[in-house]
């Protein structure tokens, strides 16, 4: 019953921007924090963003502060994460995950993932 869907991701230029949703279903998303991690080929999955559920209080990996921004819609049950000023490096499948009200910072943290959606730099 419990699942999350992303969607938004695609092939964009260099200095482009995407928006990725990650939507909800089976609970209710705002008592809920929600993790944004990423993979890349050969890579470990790494943590992007998170937003906690009480307070909102927000979290950044240093390779995209101030490029992404995160942000939730409780009455569309949905997060957000606006990627801007995307570089090739962001190539990667990128996932959202929820286990409770608090962000973690590894992925072994989270109980619930969505199926990922490609996300490509490339010119």
């Known amino acids: 019953q419990v699942q999350l869907v992303e969607s938004g991701g695609g092939l964009v230029q260099p200095g482009g921007s995407l928006r990725l949703s990650c939507a909800a279903s089976?609970?209710?998303?705002?008592?809920?924090?929600i993790g944004w991690f990423r993979q890349a080929p050969g890579k470990e999955r790494e943590g992007v963003s998170c937003?906690?559920?009480?307070?909102?209080?927000?979290y950044y990996a240093d390779s995209v502060k101030g490029r992404f921004t995160i942000s939730r819609d409780n009455a569309k049950n949905t997060v957000y994460l606006q990627m801007n000023s995307l570089k090739p490096e962001d190539t990667a499948v990128y996932y959202c995950?929820?286990?409770?009200?608090?962000?973690?910072?590894?992925?072994?943290?989270?109980?619930?993932w969505g199926q990922g959606t490609q996300v490509t730099v490339s010119s």
């Open positions: 995950a929820t286990v409770g009200p608090k962000c973690y910072s590894r992925p072994g943290g989270y109980d619930y």
């Open positions: 089976g609970f209710t998303l705002d008592y809920y924090a």
């Open positions: 937003i906690s559920s009480s307070d909102a209080i927000t």
